[in-house]
């Protein structure tokens, strides 16, 4: 269990971390999402033992990160968001390097390193210079060498960034084989509908602050519930028809706002649910106000995310 | 275990053409500087004159070879930390719970290691004197052990600059700034007027002769036995007695002071005691080098 409590970290006057609170369940795959300078690398950073927070506090398993360093180090493992490795080195001898850092034996670093090969798909590039994979094998590179002491809990800061496609679907692929082990994932990303294809749960940062934190479908069921309304008139109805249709809508109370997107089509946001919808719906046939189609806009994560972090 | 930073470093060191080139360069310095001095006799029955190139030979090897390798070490131990500054690597050492110690422990055994092949290599050419007699073997091992007091010294003045450094070329600057101040300061008191008890006691025949080695040494200001041009001095003088000529003149101030105490303390035993002191001042710089190490990343904090 991963416990942030008031987390708040300053840079000088820049607050980049407001008071993050947060558990997080062993097992779960959790996503934290922001735009730039929302925090995350912060947050990570502190995880990881880098970086102080000003206040606040955070435990792994009842090890604080703060208190007992040292102890927390051996339960985490932390890929940065750049390689950081090694020229002339081959990538056993890089696992294995690492592992002696670790201060395994030297049978535990053979039998990990080959494990960890295999997970991420090197291990026929075991005796290949680890300067002559590519970007995508440097990065399954380095999330084997996180993962060499076998942590509870796996940081992944930006893991996906600068991938082509078919490396970002093969690393999903390993944290999905991770969460199956029962690691517990930590990942971050400022693309919510990468993460959402994945995680368990997620967390949604905004200038320092919790945004949103729980589950995908929570995220999914919370949005769309507020989803516009798309209202398409006939081609070619006149302003007449629109201008009625307006009026028609703006009397309905529980109508906040409507936006006219195209000649004949019209976007209403609302509060409430398919009651309201039908309301809306049968009030303006009786109108006869020409409706050809009457839908909720589905919400895709994209939008998701730039709503809720333009409402913080 | 052995110290995986040290292994590691040795293994990526070793592959790099850069290692050969230089061991290659070294030894073709070396062998040059052999040629020139002895290589009048090479093929030649020797004589009492070929017995004096022969000490030149090994004088200005050890010179050389001194000067090497102060050079080279801020070179070999300027990306030990800087560097895995620069590849943000650091980070991910202290993440695997490795102490600052352990890292620039293992760095500095690394550096040490290649400037300890240079000065192996260089052993069988220092021995060339050792035909015509001109020194003997123990004296030649004495000099080994010098050049490795002067490695072990500036490799820790090196490692100290590097990790104060967030670049490499930095580094370089800053350790080869600090290797001069270094030569510099621990030189002042040559510059400085001798007190009248050393005065007394220097220019007096019969005192000086009187004068224990203890005495002596007590008599060194402690910051010249630092200088490891003291040091060569000492060494070239314990061994050769090339300075005894100089000790003939008495116009020569503080410098003939400092010779006359040398010679009386002994020279080699000098150059024991300096190469001593400049090894446990390369452990302190090693210490403050970890201090920087941690400091350094806690300010990142």
């Known amino acids: 269990m991963l416990i942030l409590d008031a987390l708040t970290r300053d840079y000088g006057h820049f607050r980049a971390l407001d008071g993050l609170s947060l558990e997080i369940a062993d097992g779960q795959l959790h996503g934290f999402v922001g735009p730039n300078g929302a925090g995350k690398t912060t947050t990570m950073r502190i995880l990881a033992t880098l970086l102080k927070p000003t206040s606040g506090h955070a435990t792994i398993d009842g090890v604080d990160v703060v208190k007992s360093g040292f102890e927390a180090r051996k339960l985490i493992g932390y890929m940065p968001d750049f390689f950081g490795v090694y020229d002339a080195l081959k990538c056993w001898e890089y696992l294995d390097f690492y592992g002696r850092c670790y201060r395994l034996s030297a049978r535990e670093r053979r039998r990990m390193t080959e494990q960890l090969l295999d997970l991420v798909q090197l291990a026929d590039k075991r005796d290949a210079y680890v300067d002559s994979l590519s970007r995508g094998m440097k990065q399954r590179l380095c999330l084997a060498r996180s993962l060499i002491h076998d942590p509870k809990l796996l940081i992944l800061d930006e893991p996906a960034s600068g991938m082509d496609p078919r490396a970002r679907s093969e690393m999903k692929g390993i944290l999905r084989t991770l969460r199956e082990i029962g690691k517990t994932v930590l990942i971050s990303s400022h693309i919510l509908p990468e993460l959402s294809e994945m995680c368990d749960s997620l967390t949604i940062l905004d200038h320092g602050h919790l945004v949103f934190s729980g589950s995908v479908e929570a995220l999914a069921e919370k949005m769309n519930g507020n989803a516009p309304l798309e209202i398409r008139l006939q081609e070619g109805c006149g302003e007449s028809a629109v201008e009625s249709a307006v009026s028609c809508l703006k009397e309905i109370p529980f109508i906040t706002e409507i936006l006219q997107e195209a000649p004949c089509l019209l976007r209403a946001r609302t509060e409430g649910g398919e009651e309201e919808s039908a309301q809306a719906l049968r009030e303006l046939i009786s109108r006869g106000i020409p409706v050809c189609d009457f839908h909720r806009s589905p919400m895709n994560l994209e939008k998701v995310f730039m709503e809720v972090t333009e409402d913080a | ?301």
């Open chain 2, 1 to 301: 275990m052995l110290n995986p930073i040290l292994s590691f470093s040795v293994t990526r060191r070793m592959r790099s053409p850069k290692t050969i080139l230089i061991v290659a360069a070294w030894l073709a310095v070396l062998l040059g500087i052999s040629v020139l001095t002895m290589g009048s006799l090479f093929g030649r029955q020797a004589n009492l004159y070929n017995l004096r190139s022969g000490l030149t030979c090994y004088a200005v090897l050890l010179l050389a070879q001194f000067f090497l390798l102060v050079l080279i070490a801020p070179a070999m131990t300027s990306g030990a930390i800087a560097g895995e500054r620069e590849r943000q690597t650091l980070e991910l050492l202290l993440v695997t719970n490795t102490r600052p110690l352990r890292i620039v422990l293992g760095k500095a055994m690394e550096s040490f290691a290649v400037l300890l092949l240079l000065i192996v290599c260089g052993l069988p050419v220092m021995c060339l004197p050792l035909t015509v007699g001109a020194v003997t073997l123990s004296q030649i091992l004495a000099g080994e052990l010098f050049l490795l007091a002067i490695a072990f010294g500036a490799v820790c003045v090196g490692i100290l600059a590097s990790s104060l450094s967030r670049s490499t070329v930095v580094s370089s600057v800053i350790s080869y700034i600090l290797l001069l101040l270094i030569g510099f300061v621990t030189a002042l008191p040559l510059f400085a007027e001798p007190g009248e008890a050393v005065t007394n006691v220097v220019y007096d025949s019969a005192k000086l002769s009187a004068l224990t080695p203890s005495r002596a040494l007590s008599m060194i200001p402690p910051l010249l036995l630092v200088n490891p041009g003291y040091a060569l001095a000492a060494l070239l003088q314990g061994q050769l007695k090339i300075f005894s000529d100089v000790m003939q003149y008495h116009e020569m101030g503080r410098l003939l002071c400092e010779f006359r105490l040398m010679d009386r303390l002994g020279g080699q035993t000098a150059a024991l005691i300096s190469c001593g002191v400049i090894t446990v001042m390369g452990a302190v710089m090693l210490l403050l080098a970890a201090a920087a190490v941690r400091g350094k990343s806690r300010a990142a904090r």
